[in-house]
């Protein structure tokens, strides 16, 4: 999901260039390197190809990660706005988040054809058989098949392994339509292991203005091109864990301000610079988050190449801001002990959604022998290793005051 935009929405300004459709270009200049996000229909939400499915999707999905019973106006201003991609899963809002989407379609007959609906559950589950999981999701859900189902969360493309007969059944069976994973950990390992394999139609990956310049990023993205995986991006604002609002974010935002519009909409936009991906996933708990996201994604410009610019010297100077999760290497670092990314991302949830509820409910779910060694365990081996700098201890220290 992507990291909630917490600030303003958008000025009085901004939205009336935005009615006013071509306002923006005035503040910018095209960059030539976006032709699937180029010269949407006025007004209209853009759309782009996921991959091998053949399926235009929106640019903007809406990421459930919240309680959907009691945000059905969302739903309802989502749907009508053209967000229609619906991103949820099995845990989301204690449960609250399939059973939302699932009253709206219930509420709303016709609705749920107008949806690209995904869900998923995790790999490591909890003993139970995964098509009861699934057959109980369709049923919160009120419906009798997932558009797209993601295995949640893997960090290694063996997690999908034990997958694979089962998703062939279960396409076979009409309850799902395509399928796929989503990873915040090691995900250019991930995405590279899936171009290998001819069964998987999609993933969503955290992206976002510091991880897409990478050359492993690059090589991982286009690999999927080549192999038809539709990609969807998660997490774009590129937030957490360490701290948020250094001087460099407040003269970015002074920066894009002046140009009408916020931040949060610039590191929108610098993702969907990247053609290989057809949607972001966005956290919009909210009708503020959800009209300046909707708004930003009908408009019509591209950030300037200075912009994308301004962006890549961000990621650089606030490298120690940021878990860019590659596990992989600090868990290797502290044989395995501590699970480093997975806490960061609770630290983010903390700290940049500031969803504390949500952040401690992610901590608990970490086996309880692996919270009570957090601080017993020696990182500086992590800490060197780090390709961020992050003081991985301190972090740690912090989790555990945070959200034991
Ligand atoms: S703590 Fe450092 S090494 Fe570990 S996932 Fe984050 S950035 Fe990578």
């Given at each position: 999901m992507d990291e909630k935009n917490h600030d303003t929405g958008l000025s009085r300004r901004n939205f009336l260039k935005t009615a006013g459709a071509a306002g923006l270009a005035a503040g910018l200049?095209?960059?030539?390197?976006?032709a699937q996000s180029?010269?949407?229909?006025?007004g209209t939400m853009p759309r782009r190809k996921l991959g091998k499915t053949g399926v235009e999707v929106p640019v903007l999905g809406l990421g459930?990660?919240?309680?959907?019973v009691n945000n059905q106006l969302l739903l309802k201003q989502a749907h009508a706005w053209g967000v229609t991609y619906w991103d949820t899963a099995e845990g989301y809002g204690g449960g609250l988040s399939e059973e939302g989407m699932g009253r709206y379609f219930s509420r709303n007959p016709g609705a749920r054809k107008d949806i690209f609906l995904v869900s998923k559950f995790s790999h490591k589950g909890s003993g139970q058989d995964n098509t009861a999981r699934l057959e109980a999701g369709l049923k919160r859900l009120q419906t009798d098949y997932l558009d797209l189902f993601f295995v949640h969360?893997?960090?290694?493309?063996?997690?999908?392994t034990p997958f694979k007969d089962w998703a062939k059944a279960m396409k076979a069976a009409g309850k799902m339509k395509y399928f796929g994973f989503s990873t915040h950990t090691n995900m250019e390992d991930c995405l590279l292991g899936a171009a290998?394999?001819?069964?998987?139609d999609a993933a969503m990956i955290t992206y976002n203005y510091r991880l897409m310049h990478t050359p492993k990023m690059r090589e991982a993205m286009d690999s999927c091109a080549k192999a038809g995986i539709g990609l969807v991006a998660m997490k774009t604002q590129g937030g957490g864990p360490v701290k948020t609002d250094s001087e460099a974010e407040l003269k970015l935002a002074g920066r894009f301000l002046e140009k009408g519009f916020t931040d949060k909409q610039a590191r929108l936009k610098a993702v969907w610079?990247?053609?290989?991906?057809?949607?972001i996933c966005s956290q919009m708990p909210s009708l503020t988050i959800l009209s300046a996201n909707v708004a930003c994604a009908r408009d019509r410009a591209s950030l300037a190449r200075e912009d994308v610019d301004v962006f890549t010297k961000l990621a650089h100077a606030t490298k120690d801001n940021y878990c860019a999760g590659c596990g992989a290497i600090c868990q290797g670092a502290v044989d395995g002990l501590v699970p480093v990314n997975d806490v960061m991302r609770c630290l983010m949830y903390y700290r940049d959604y500031g969803d504390r509820d949500l952040a401690r409910e992610v901590f608990a779910s970490l086996p309880e022998e692996t919270r009570a060694r957090l601080l017993d365990v020696d990182y500086s081996t992590a800490e060197r290793a780090c390709p961020q700098g992050l003081a991985i201890a301190q972090l740690m220290r912090e989790a555990s005051s945070l959200l034991a």
């Open positions: 200049m095209p960059a030539g390197v976006s180029a010269a949407p229909q006025a459930g990660m919240f309680d959907t969360a893997i960090s290694s493309i063996d997690d999908m290998k394999l001819d069964w998987i610079e990247e053609p290989l991906i057809a949607s």
